[in-house]
C-alpha cells in the first residue's frame, strides 16, 4: 500500500480518549506507515481538567488500537507540558519523534545520522485556538482530518462524567474506554477529584472571576527548595509554592515575604527571619510574572514569583507548616516530580530555579 508519508504524528491530551480522537487516528493510520501518538500533559498531578494518568491514558488507547501497537504501525509517547516555553515544548515532541525514526531506521546502530530521508506529517483537527500548536512544526508537512462527532469534546465528557450520578457517555466513548471510566468512578480518586470540581464550579460564584493577583516564594538553599503540602481544596496533597493573594493596599514583593513566614516560619538559631531579612535575600532581577490563562482553574489569576536565595549552609533553615499548609518542608530539587506539584508550580520552578 502507498501512504503518504513514512510516519504521522498526532498530539492530544486524551482527556479522555474519544470517538473524534479515535476517527483521527484510523483515518492517519490509513495515510502514513506509521503513526506516533504524544500524549501531551504527561507530567502534571490529576485535576479535573487532566483527571488521567499518561499510563491511564496509554492503557485507553491500547484498548482502541491493541493491533496496530502490537504491530507496531501505532506508538504512544508521553509529552510533557512546558507551560512558559513553547520551545521547550517543541524540542521535546521532535526529540521523540526523532529518536523513533531512528530506532526503526538503524535497529543495529549502523552509523545512520538525521531524519531526512524520511517524510514526516502532521496529523490533526484545526478545531479551535487550542490547536494552534499545529503551526509550531513547519519542518513537517501537514494532513488535516476532518472530525466525526465534531459535536462534542473531550470536555463534555469530563462535564457530564464528574457529578454525583456520573454519566459515561456510549455515545461518545468506545466500550473499552467506557469501561474503563466506569471502573475510575468506584474509586478514591474518583470522589477526590469531584469534591475539587464541586470548589472550583463555587468558586467564581463566591470570589469572581478575576483577574486576581497573587505571590509566590521560590526559595533556594543548598541544592534545596521550601515547598508546602496544600492542606485544602483545591489541590489537597499536593506539594506548592509558599504564596497566596495580595491584600488590598499591600505591595506585592511584601505579600511574597508575608506568605512565607505565614506558611513556613522560616527561621535560623536566632528565631523567625524578619521580614527586612528575608528581603535581603531576594534576586530582583529573577522576578518573574506568570500569567498562562489557563494556569489556574479558580479563575484568572496572576501571579508574580521573587527568588529567595539563601545563603549555602549545611543547616537548612528551620521551617514549620502554618496557616493553610498541612506542612513545610525542605526538597531536594534533583528529586521532585512534576507530578507532585500543585497547578503550575512546577513550570515556575523549572523558569525560576534554571532546572
Do not use: C
Not at 223 to 244: F, M, N, S, W
Amino acid at each position: 500500500m502507498a501512504y503518504q508519508a513514512d510516519y504521522g504524528v498526532f498530539i492530544g491530551r486524551f482527556q479522555p480518549l474519544h470517538l473524534g480522537h479515535e476517527h483521527i487516528i484510523r483515518d492517519a493510520l490509513e495515510r502514513v506507515a506509521k503513526l506516533v501518538v504524544l500524549v501531551g500533559s504527561a507530567n502534571v498531578a490529576r485535576d479535573p481538567r487532566n483527571p488521567f494518568t499518561f499510563e491511564e491514558r496509554e492503557q485507553m488507547l491500547r484498548g482502541s488500537f491493541a493491533y496496530e501497537m502490537a504491530q507496531g504501525r501505532l506508538v504512544v509517547e508521553p509529552l510533557d507540558d512546558h507551560l512558559y516555553s513553547d520551545t521547550a515544548w517543541v524540542a521535546e515532541a521532535q526529540r521523540r519523534v526523532s529518536d523513533i525514526i531512528l530506532a526503526d531506521a538503524n535497529p543495529d546502530g549502523l552509523g545512520l545520522h538525521g531524519t531526512n530521508d524520511y517524510s514526516v506529517v502532521l496529523a490533526g483537527y484545526g478545531k479551535d485556538n487550542t490547536s494552534y500548536y499545529l503551526k509550531l512544526f513547519p519542518e513537517w508537512g501537514s494532513i488535516q482530518i476532518e472530525a466525526e462527532n465534531a459535536t462534542f469534546g473531550a470536555s463534555d465528557v469530563r462535564q457530564r462524567f464528574f457529578q454525583r450520578i456520573p454519566e459515561v457517555s456510549q455515545a461518545a466513548l468506545s466500550r473499552a474506554v467506557a469501561g474503563q471510566l466506569e471502573e475510575f468512578a468506584r474509586s478514591d480518586e474518583f470522589k477526590r477529584l469531584l469534591a475539587e470540581r464541586e470548589y472550583l464550579d463555587a468558586y467564581p460564584k463566591e470570589w469572581g472571576e478575576g483577574p486576581f493577583v497573587t505571590a509566590d516564594a521560590v526559595v533556594v538553599q543548598a541544592g534545596h527548595i521550601l515547598l508546602v503540602e496544600r492542606g485544602q481544596l483545591p489541590g489537597k496533597g499536593l506539594l506548592a509554592l509558599p504564596g497566596g493573594f495580595v491584600g488590598k493596599g499591600e505591595r506585592i514583593r511584601d505579600a511574597a515575604i508575608r506568605e512565607l513566614r505565614e506558611e513556613t516560619a522560616i527561621s535560623d538559631d536566632k528565631g523567625q527571619i524578619p521580614p527586612a531579612m528575608l528581603a535581603s535575600f531576594i534576586e530582583d532581577s529573577e522576578t518573574r510574572v506568570f500569567d498562562a490563562p489557563a494556569r489556574s482553574l479558580r479563575g484568572r489569576i496572576i501571579t508574580h514569583a521573587f527568588l529567595f536565595r539563601m545563603p549555602e549552609r549545611r543547616d537548612l533553615a528551620q521551617v514549620k507548616g502554618g496557616d493553610d499548609a498541612a506542612h513545610a518542608r525542605w526538597y531536594r530539587l534533583g528529586e521532585l516530580r512534576p507530578e507532585q506539584m500543585f497547578e503550575d508550580h512546577w513550570s515556575i520552578i523549572e523558569q525560576m530555579a534554571n532546572l
